[in-house]
Nanobody
């Protein structure tokens, strides 16, 4: 079992930045690919970014490319999502997710791929 806890959300003006963190505990000796998803009010949860356990592979949804950066520090069992130039449409609850992975070159973009989820952190961007 892996427990995930997100932090770093908050209220920011458009054009501002936030850095989300996702700390993993439990069976973190195994290798996990990680992802960030978000759910805006009245909408379904959507993929934002993903990273392989090696950090080699990264994927982003088109709307955040060039603004968001996913990274990880395996020594700290933490994954980050640096969000720059935030827009009101980025307002959502952000969730991190983990998937046990045996290939460091794979990252995953589908919700169904992930086995563990955090509780989420609210990000609100005002215009």
């Amino acid at each position: 079992q892996v427990q995930l806890v997100e932090s770093g959300g908050g209220l920011v003006q458009a054009g501002g930045s936030l850095r989300l963190s996702c700390s993993a505990s439990g069976r973190t000796s195994s290798n996990y690919a990680m992802g960030w998803f978000r759910q805006a009010p009245g909408k379904e949860r959507e993929f934002v970014a993903a990273i392989s356990w090696s950090g080699y592979r990264k994927y982003y949804t088109d709307s955040v490319k060039g603004r968001f950066t996913i990274s990880r520090d395996n020594a700290k069992n933490t994954v980050y999502l640096q969000m720059n130039n935030l827009k009101p449409e980025d307002t959502a609850v952000y969730y991190c997710a983990a998937k046990l992975s045996f290939d460091g070159s794979y990252a995953y973009t589908r919700e169904d791929d992930y086995e563990y989820w955090g509780q989420g952190t609210q990000v609100t961007v005002s215009s």
